[in-house]
């Protein structure tokens, strides 16, 4: 029987077992960028009303793409050219390959607060000594902002530094914090923790924002300043000169087919070359990987930690909210030995808006843990629930942090280049606060290289110019002695009572010796080696979502806005394609199906019936790295997809 089509105005593929319902990502007539908040949300329940109507007995929905683009349509999984290169295909002989190049002053890659900090200080400087200086930025995201997801609580040390007179320029902070609220949780009840002065959780003086805004306001001052911006454009490769330093960066090619072959639209990236590069990638950057190889930059320091954040915005009954307020909490649905916690802000931006989100320490054991499921489960604690009974959330999104922090800084100079933000990462772990210092080590670099690169006498040994006075200077910032205090919180929780050992370690050693102690412990290693074998783990049993509270991952994907060009080759890269079904699913019963919050990763039956396969939904997918860092394979490399693609978030 041939399966009737709908057509529902969202973002992802859902599939019953008789239905098939294509969701796209505009509305017709009207462009992507001009859908808000709650256009996502009108579409989101529009399709979940149609796959109800069409629902009844049938398997619960899963997001993924559709049958015809399973991977047993094309030869392999992945046909992507970073692991099939083009010189040794024969569909790319005769194919234009000639990239237009331009020259910059200095191109920063990533336009977030590191970059965005680093390209306004450049321009001020540039002012102030009445230099012309080119800068660029190049931003994989439609907008700015698009892809910027945070708690978040803002530390405004920075800021002050940068823009002082931010107040009257309209910087979008409009919730100073008022009250703090920690909690230790457990399934029924609440644990009042007080927040002694001085401890990681005490907001004074902080402002609680929808961060997205604050980096489009801050690529708007730098626009003022005289720096370009350019939104959609990927950055790709890392050019090199001929003495090895860097060169600059090359955008993602575009028109290229999932099977990785060229379309007759095929179009080659553009090449930006500068003086100095900075990589503001955010965590995990891609680009930033190749250069610590490249570079040997983390031959002193311990491998880097991370965590998942995921977060969701909620309307809620106005006599529940209470602008300025931050709930914190550890605890339940978590067990003692994994890593983790929940925020829970109160905005006060025209509206009862909560902002709220869920983190798991991605140093967890057992492979059947789901950290969005986790995420569900906890709304339902009834100090939650209480707050979201007869609210309306209204967008979803998820991204990796850093969390390995003084321990895990890597060598931040390089001959060409330098690392800026949460790519090397500088987020203070106890705080969860990571905008402060990202903007400041912006700063920083800033700094240093409008000092090299204004020096009309310097000779530089190498074509990209080495600036290591950055490295020196972030050492003698408030960065440093900020994440050097903290540096013993996030690895104590190693230890056999786990979270409350940790706690009392932070109660002794940071809240009364101020980090003071002679040692520094170290982290367990990579993250992706800590999953132990499916048959040595019990199951976890998650309740069902009740589409009030908690909610499936076809909702929650949904409300991202997230939309990639569906033909082009999977920016979800497997280094060998037999490796998921021969060990991950054999071993690890195919973690990747529940560490990705965004449901990319499934492994369905062969067509022939003859065993499983890995089916990668690569436009479901959301730009976390979750599984770029998780994979216990290490086989899954996360590269750009063309530019624009991704999420489109609206102040997350």
Same mark, same amino acid.
């Given at each position: 029987m041939?399966?009737?089509t709908y057509?529902c105005?969202?973002?992802?593929?859902?599939?019953?077992?008789?239905?098939v319902i294509f969701?796209?990502?505009?509305?017709?007539?009207k462009?992507?960028?001009?859908?808000?908040?709650?256009?996502?949300?009108?579409?989101?329940r529009?399709?979940?009303?149609?796959l109800?109507?069409?629902?009844?007995?049938?398997v619960?929905?899963?997001?993924?793409?559709?049958r015809c683009?399973?991977?047993v349509?094309?030869p392999?999984?992945?046909?992507?050219?970073t692991v099939?290169?083009r010189?040794?295909?024969?569909r790319?002989? %005769?194919?234009?390959?000639?990239r237009?190049?331009?020259?910059a002053?200095?191109?920063?890659?990533?336009g977030g607060?590191?970059?965005?900090s680093?390209?306004?200080?450049?321009?001020?400087?540039a002012n102030?000594h009445?230099?012309e200086l080119?800068v660029?930025?190049?931003?994989?995201?439609?907008?700015?902002?698009?892809h910027t997801?945070?708690?978040?609580?803002?530390?405004t040390?920075?800021?002050?530094?940068?823009?002082?007179?931010w107040?009257?320029?309209?910087?979008?902070l409009?919730?100073?914090?008022?009250?703090?609220?920690?909690?230790i949780?457990?399934e029924?009840?609440r644990?009042?923790?007080?927040i002694?002065?001085?401890?990681p959780?005490?907001?004074h003086?902080?402002?609680?924002v929808r961060?997205g805004?604050?980096v489009r306001?801050?690529?708007?001052?730098?626009?003022?300043?005289g720096?370009?911006?350019?939104? %959609?454009?990927?950055?790709?490769?890392?050019?090199?000169?001929?003495?090895?330093?860097?060169?600059g960066i090359a955008?993602n090619?575009v028109g290229?087919s999932?099977?990785?072959?060229?379309?007759?639209?095929?179009?080659?990236?553009?090449?930006l070359?500068?003086?100095?590069t900075?990589?503001?990638?955010g965590c995990?950057?891609?680009?930033?990987?190749q250069?610590y190889k490249?570079?040997?930059?983390?031959?002193?320091?311990?491998?880097?930690?991370?965590?998942?954040?995921l977060?969701?915005l909620?309307?809620?009954?106005?006599k529940?909210?209470?602008?300025?307020?931050?709930e914190h909490s550890?605890?339940w649905?978590?067990n003692?030995?994994?890593y983790?916690g929940?925020?829970?802000?109160h905005?006060?931006?025209?509206?009862?808006?909560?902002?709220?989100?869920?983190?798991?320490g991605l140093?967890?054991t057992?492979?059947?843990?789901s950290?969005?499921?986790?995420?569900?489960?906890?709304?339902?604690?009834?100090?939650i629930k209480?707050?979201?009974?007869?609210?309306n959330?209204?967008?979803?999104?998820?991204?990796?942090?850093?969390?390995?922090g003084?321990?895990?800084?890597p060598?931040?100079?390089?001959?060409?280049?330098?690392l800026?933000?949460?790519?090397?990462g500088?987020?203070?772990?106890?705080?969860?606060?990571?905008?402060h210092t990202?903007?400041?080590?912006?700063?920083?670099?800033?700094?240093?290289?409008?000092?090299k690169?204004a020096?009309e006498?310097?000779?530089?040994?190498?074509a990209?110019?080495?600036v290591?006075e950055?490295?020196e200077?972030?050492?003698?910032?408030w960065?440093w002695?900020?994440?050097?205090a903290?540096?013993?919180?996030?690895?104590?929780?190693?230890n056999?009572?786990?979270?409350y050992?940790g706690?009392?370690y932070?109660?002794?050693f940071?809240?009364?010796?101020?980090?003071k102690?002679?040692?520094?412990?170290?982290?367990? %290693?990579?993250d992706a080696?800590?999953?132990?074998?499916a048959?040595?783990?019990?199951?976890?049993?998650?309740?069902?979502?009740d589409?009030?509270i908690?909610?499936?991952l076809?909702?929650?994907v949904?409300?991202?806005?997230?939309?990639?060009?569906h033909d082009q080759?999977?920016?979800?890269?497997?280094?060998?394609d037999?490796?998921?079904v021969?060990?991950?699913?054999?071993?690890?019963?195919?973690p990747?199906?529940?560490?990705?919050?965004?449901?990319v990763y499934?492994?369905?039956p062969?067509e022939?019936g003859d065993?499983m396969?890995l089916?990668?939904?690569?436009?479901?997918?959301?730009?976390?790295k979750?599984?770029?860092?998780?994979?216990p394979?290490?086989?899954?490399n996360?590269?750009?997809?063309?530019?624009? %693609?991704?999420?489109?978030y609206?102040?997350?």
């Amino acid at each position: 029987m041939r399966r009737p089509t709908y057509v529902c105005y969202d973002t992802s593929f859902v599939t019953g077992q008789d239905w098939v319902i294509f969701v796209y990502s505009h509305c017709p007539g009207k462009p992507r960028d001009a859908l808000d908040q709650s256009h996502s949300s009108i579409y989101a329940r529009s399709c979940i009303r149609t796959l109800k109507s069409v629902q009844v007995e049938h398997v619960a929905p899963q997001v993924y793409s559709t049958r015809c683009c399973s991977s047993v349509s094309v030869p392999r999984i992945t046909t992507h050219y970073t692991v099939h290169p083009r010189e040794k295909d024969p569909r790319w002989e %005769g194919v234009e390959m000639e990239r237009f190049a331009d020259e910059a002053d200095v191109v920063v890659v990533g336009g977030g607060p590191a970059g965005l900090s680093a390209a306004i200080r450049l321009k001020q400087l540039a002012n102030q000594h009445e230099k012309e200086l080119r800068v660029c930025v190049v931003e994989k995201a439609s907008q700015i902002g698009a892809h910027t997801l945070s708690g978040a609580c803002l530390e405004t040390t920075a800021l002050s530094e940068l823009i002082p007179d931010w107040r009257e320029r309209g910087a979008p902070l409009n919730t100073p914090v008022t009250e703090d609220k920690f909690s230790i949780f457990t399934e029924k009840y609440r644990i009042p923790v007080p927040i002694l002065p001085g401890l990681p959780m005490n907001n004074h003086g902080n402002y609680l924002v929808r961060l997205g805004h604050f980096v489009r306001w801050l690529g708007e001052q730098a626009e003022e300043l005289g720096v370009e911006l350019y939104p %959609g454009y990927a950055a790709a490769e890392v050019l090199f000169h001929e003495d090895g330093s860097v060169k600059g960066i090359a955008t993602n090619d575009v028109g290229i087919s999932k099977d990785g072959s060229p379309k007759d639209v095929f179009e080659r990236g553009m090449e930006l070359h500068a003086k100095v590069t900075m990589f503001g990638e955010g965590c995990h950057g891609h680009l930033a990987k190749q250069l610590y190889k490249q570079f040997n930059l983390r031959e002193n320091c311990e491998p880097q930690t991370y965590a998942i954040g995921l977060k969701e915005l909620w309307v809620i009954d106005e006599k529940k909210w209470r602008p300025g307020r931050t709930e914190h909490s550890v605890g339940w649905p978590l067990n003692r030995n994994t890593y983790g916690g929940s925020f829970l802000y109160h905005l006060n931006e025209g509206e009862p808006l909560v902002a709220l989100g869920f983190v798991v320490g991605l140093d967890y054991t057992n492979p059947y843990l789901s950290p969005f499921r986790e995420f569900q489960r906890w709304k339902h604690h009834p100090f939650i629930k209480s707050t979201l009974e007869g609210g309306n959330r209204i967008a979803y999104g998820a991204r990796a942090l850093n969390e390995g922090g003084f321990q895990s800084i890597p060598k931040l100079t390089f001959p060409g280049g330098m690392l800026i933000g949460c790519s090397p990462g500088f987020m203070n772990v106890p705080k969860i606060k990571g905008t402060h210092t990202a903007m400041k080590s912006g700063m920083l670099a800033a700094e240093a290289a409008f000092s090299k690169i204004a020096d009309e006498n310097l000779q530089s040994e190498t074509a990209g110019l080495y600036v290591p006075e950055y490295e020196e200077d972030l050492k003698k910032s408030w960065i440093w002695k900020e994440l050097h205090a903290v540096r013993n919180i996030r690895p104590s929780f190693h230890n056999y009572f786990g979270l409350y050992g940790g706690m009392v370690y932070t109660g002794i050693f940071y809240w009364i010796f101020r980090g003071k102690e002679p040692w520094t412990l170290k982290h367990n %290693g990579l993250d992706a080696a800590q999953l132990k074998p499916a048959k040595d783990c019990t199951p976890i049993d998650y309740p069902k979502p009740d589409g009030k509270i908690s909610f499936d991952l076809l909702s929650s994907v949904a409300l991202s806005g997230t939309n990639h060009e569906h033909d082009q080759p999977a920016h979800l890269t497997l280094k060998d394609d037999s490796v998921p079904v021969a060990q991950n699913l054999a071993i690890y019963d195919g973690p990747e199906q529940r560490f990705c919050p965004a449901g990319v990763y499934e492994y369905v039956p062969q067509e022939t019936g003859d065993g499983m396969r890995l089916q990668i939904n690569a436009q479901n997918c959301v730009h976390c790295k979750t599984c770029d860092i998780k994979d216990p394979s290490q086989n899954i490399n996360w590269v750009v997809p063309e530019g624009s %693609g991704g999420p489109a978030y609206n102040g997350m």
